[in-house]
């Protein structure tokens, strides 16, 4: 069973960066596509960011132009690299992994494994 820890977070201003880790044991990155779901005070868990097993990409239109999504098979390890931040992007971020299906998807439901979260905070 695939394992996934996310890292990375923390507290930036509005208009920085920061970049996740999510890395996998117990499985491999590179074998299932990936992604980051964020979820907010209150709100539900939104999809963000996927990344295909062949390396395609597929964004929310929040993120687009901002978010960039990566893969180091190497390393086993997703990375999501969040630039111009602002409040609104002030969430948990989860990666997660789909496992079978079609691909891209941004149901939360489709995906079968998840991290435990990494809390990411834009002030203004």
């Known amino acids: 069973q695939e394992q996934l820890v996310e890292s990375g977070g923390g507290l930036v201003q509005a208009g920085g960066s920061l970049r996740l880790s999510c890395a996998a044991s117990g499985g491999t990155v590179s074998s299932y596509p990936m992604a980051w779901f964020r979820q907010a005070p209150g709100k539900d868990r939104k999809f963000v960011i996927s990344i295909s097993t062949t390396g395609r990409t597929y964004y929310a239109d929040s993120v687009k132009g901002r978010f960039t999504i990566s893969r180091d098979n190497a390393k086993n390890t997703v990375y999501l690299q969040m630039n111009s931040l602002s409040p609104e992007d002030t969430a948990i971020y989860y990666c997660?992994?789909?496992?079978?299906?079609?691909?891209?998807?941004?149901?939360?439901?489709?995906?079968?494994?998840w991290g435990q979260g990494t809390q990411v905070t834009v002030s203004s």
């Open positions: 997660a992994a789909r496992t079978q299906g079609l691909w891209p998807t941004a149901g939360p439901n489709d995906y079968a494994y």
